[in-house]
């Protein structure tokens, strides 16, 4: 059975794109597969529609409110959170599903821009890939 996946990452242009290697392993490392929906800022539309593995977009202008009613209407299996913040969550806890979050690092990101303290934060593209693993999914292109 195929299952219905909602990925969240509202913006930015780069980081929609980013997003991609978790759409092709959500594809293609869930047995039967899954068909894949995504919400982002209504600005953005053009770099998700551009994508051939999201099968729907919902998009918003002013708050995620605007599409609430149609998302909570598509039964949803997952909620994979690429964005992790208060509107992210909001559509998480109104789902009620399932759902892995992205770790932002941003403590770490804030001390070593803030006072140089070095750590190792890994690429933004394996901190999405990571939120598979409780999946058992994993990228068969890096191994990681």
């Keep these: 059975m195929q299952a219905k996946i909602l990925i969240i990452r509202f913006s930015a242009i780069g980081d929609i794109v980013l997003a991609s290697p978790v759409l092709r392993i959500l594809q293609e490392g869930l047995d039967g597969g899954a068909e ?10 053009a770099v998700a529609e551009n994508n051939p593995r999201l099968s729907k977009i919902f998009s918003f202008e002013n708050t995620v409110q605007e599409v609430m009613e149609p998302l909570t209407a598509e039964g949803y299996d997952y909620v994979i959170d690429l964005q992790n913040n208060f509107r992210s969550s909001l559509i998480k806890k109104r789902l009620g599903v399932l759902a892995f979050t992205v770790e932002k690092k941003n403590l770490a990101k804030f001390l070593w821009i803030k006072f140089g303290f070095h750590f190792e934060i890994p690429h933004v593209v394996d901190r999405y890939i990571d939120t598979l693993k409780t999946l058992g999914l994993r990228d068969i292109v890096t191994g990681k």
């Design 36 to 45: 894949l929906h995504m919400v982002v800022r209504k600005r953005y539309l």
